[in-house]
Every structure is written in structure tokens, then in C-alpha cells.
């Protein structure tokens, strides 16, 4: 649906049935006068790109479809400038145990495949993660699954090319997207442990334990780290090669969201709440 902003509904689309039992948990991405939608996962699962001011198709791209209680991807698609051209990127999970996922370059013009490097897992929650440079796009799986780093620009089948690291090893469960800042990846995990690696090798740099059950995204402001657990703390860390925790604090409420940041004001959203945090006084 789009509404204007005095609430009046402009136009709305019916794109059809999400057949899995976790629903949908993609955003939206405006890009131009195109508004892209991962419809999925389950059967049918699509890229649909639609004319923001009427709603109408402009472009679809058909992908494989998981109809399964656990697997699946709900991931938000990331737009990247890659030299003379974008590049819309998508995870795509394996069909099942065993099966292998992949990391897609579209053309958002026209939703054609650019390249495709395999290597993700049977699911996943965090959309693609790149940095200031948009050089390096990385991919997290959860359900234990391995995160890989893939520079873009290619063309086709890239993994032997383009595919720069692939944890092997058993990961924990990741829900929520990490962040790249200054050549590290910040990645937060649902048993409480956050994790900092060199984005060019995938070397864990250094890794602690925050605590709680890590869901929320992780956001930085003014060169900081924020990432929230379930039971409601946020933590505040300095980025950088060596850990340190500036601050927890506690609203003692259960919490699914990351935060949000405007204007030096830190937004909270909890299950009975939303909360302003400022750090200068309102007249």
C-alpha cells in the first residue's frame, strides 16, 4: 500500500500468498521511481519492482521457491553503485538440508541477473552488508549457517572469482545485519556473543560476550556501536581493533528492534513502549 502523508491511501497491490508459517520480513527499497519488493519465502517466491507512484509492474524476476517450516530468506534487497552502473543484491537460501545458497547481483533497471556466487545457507534474516566503498558485499546466514564476503562487479558465475571468504565452521544463530566500518565487520549473534572481523579475510579480530539474546540490527553513530537483546539491554560499544564497552543500559522490557538514530536523539521501540533518548535537555 502507499498513502500520502495526510494518511489517504494512493493505491495498493494484492501480490499474492506468502506461503510460509514466519510470513514475510523484507522491506521495501525505493530506488528512483521504482519500489522493489522480495515477495517470498515459499511458493511463489519473486523480486517484484513496481511503479511507486502506481503501483503497477514494472519489472519481475521468478525465484525458487522453499516451501518448508524452517527455510527460507527475508532478507531486505541492498542497491549498491558499482563504477558505471547499480547492482541490487539479494540472498537466496539453499533448497534444503545439505543444499547450498547464493548471493545475487541484479540490474535494478530490469531485473536481470548480473552474477551469482554460491556459499550461503538454508536461511536468512540479515539483508547484505557492504561499506563505504561498496566494493565488498557480505552475507550472513543463520541457523548456524556461514557468512561469505564477495566482491562485486562480476559477471555471471562468480564464486571461484569473486568470492573472497566463506566461514566454514559452524556458525552461531544470526538474526539481525551487521555493519562494515573503517575495513571490519561487526557482527552481533542470538546466544549474546559479538564479533569483529577483518572484512578483507574474514579473520576474527576479536570477539566477546555481551549477553542476552542478540536480535536487533546493529546501527553506529557518532563512530559508536549500538545492538539490542531480547530482554531489553542495549549495548553501547567503540568501534575499532580493540573491544570496548562504553555502556549498558536497560529498559527492562523485551525487545525485538534495533535502534534508530536522528539528530543526536536515540529512538527504542519495546513491546508496550516507544522511547526517545536524548543526550541534551528539551526545553
Given at each position: 500500500m502507499a498513502y500520502d502523508l495526510q494518511g489517504q491511501l494512493l493505491w495498493q497491490r494484492?501480490?499474492?500468498?506468502?506461503?510460509?508459517?514466519?510470513?514475510?520480513?523484507?522491506?521495501?527499497?525505493?530506488?528512483?521511481?521504482?519500489?522493489?519488493v522480495y515477495h517470498g519465502p515459499g511458493e511463489?517466491?519473486?523480486?517484484?519492482?513496481?511503479?511507486?507512484?502506481?503501483?503497477?509492474?514494472?519489472?519481475?524476476?521468478?525465484?525458487?521457491g522453499i516451501n518448508s517450516p524452517i527455510f527460507g530468506s527475508w532478507s531486505t534487497p541492498l542497491i549498491l553503485r558499482v563504477?558505471?552502473?547499480?547492482?541490487?543484491?539479494?540472498?537466496?537460501p539453499g533448497a534444503g538440508i545439505g543444499e547450498t545458497g547464493w548471493m545475487r547481483g541484479y540490474d535494478p533497471t530490469n531485473g536481470k541477473i548480473?552474477?551469482?556466487c554460491e556459499g550461503l545457507g538454508n536461511e536468512v534474516y540479515a539483508m547484505p552488508?557492504?561499506?563505504?566503498?561498496?566494493?565488498?558485499?557480505?552475507?550472513?546466514?543463520?541457523?548456524?549457517?556461514?557468512?561469505?564476503?564477495?566482491?562485486?562487479?562480476?559477471?555471471g558465475e562468480v564464486t571461484s572469482t569473486h568470492r573472497l571468504w566463506r566461514t566454514e565452521t559452524k556458525n552461531p544463530q544470526r538474526i539481525g545485519t551487521g555493519i562494515i566500518h573503517e575495513g571490519l565487520?561487526?557482527?552481533?549473534?542470538?546466544?549474546g556473543l559479538f564479533e569483529c572481523l577483518d572484512v578483507?579475510?574474514?579473520?576474527?579480530?576479536?570477539?566477546?560476550?555481551?549477553?542476552?539474546?542478540?536480535?536487533?540490527?546493529?546501527?553506529?553513530?557518532?563512530?559508536?556501536?549500538?545492538?539490542?537483546?531480547l530482554e531489553g539491554d542495549t549495548f553501547v560499544l567503540r568501534s575499532g581493533r580493540k573491544f570496548e564497552l562504553l555502556s549498558k543500559n536497560s529498559v527492562q522490557e523485551e525487545s525485538y528492534a534495533a535502534v534508530a538514530i536522528s539528530q543526536g536523539d536515540v529512538f527504542l521501540r519495546t513491546y508496550e513502549h516507544l522511547y526517545c533518548i536524548s543526550g541534551s535537555e528539551r526545553p
Open positions: 494484492n501480490l499474492g500468498p506468502l506461503l510460509h508459517r514466519w510470513g514475510n520480513g523484507s522491506s521495501p527499497v525505493l530506488y528512483g521511481d521504482q519500489l522493489i511463489p517466491t519473486r523480486i517484484v519492482s513496481l511503479d511507486k507512484n502506481t503501483g503497477e509492474t514494472i519489472w519481475t524476476s521468478e525465484e525458487i563504477g558505471d552502473h547499480d547492482e541490487l543484491i539479494q540472498p537466496l548480473l552474477w551469482q552488508v557492504a561499506g563505504p566503498s561498496g566494493k565488498i558485499v557480505v552475507g550472513i546466514s543463520g541457523h548456524n549457517g556461514p557468512t561469505m564476503a564477495v566482491r562485486v562487479g562480476g559477471k565487520l561487526y557482527i552481533s549473534n542470538a546466544n578483507e579475510t574474514g579473520t576474527v579480530v576479536w570477539r566477546q560476550r555481551l549477553g542476552g539474546n542478540l536480535w536487533g540490527s546493529i546501527v553506529m553513530g557518532d563512530g559508536n556501536l549500538y545492538v539490542g537483546n
